[in-house]
């Protein structure tokens, strides 16, 4: 997952696929970045 993808998922997951579970996470966009970073790590 590229970077632009994983903060799709996580600020609007219903726009990315609707009908999800997933409630939207209204983050800083640091918070999201940090976010973004260790999801990355995970590799």
């Known amino acids: 997952n590229t ?3 994983l903060a799709g998922w996580i ?3 219903e ?3 609707p009908g ?3 409630a ?3 983050l800083s966009p ?3 970045q940090a ?3 260790y ?3 995970l590799r």
């Open 24 to 26: 939207p996470n209204p």
């Open 35 to 37: 976010v973004i970073t």
């Open 20 to 22: 999800t579970q997933m």
């Open 11 to 13: 600020v609007d997951p």
């Open 3 to 5: 970077a632009g993808a």
């Open 30 to 32: 640091d918070d999201l």
């Open 39 to 41: 999801l990355q790590s």
């Open 15 to 17: 726009r990315i696929k």
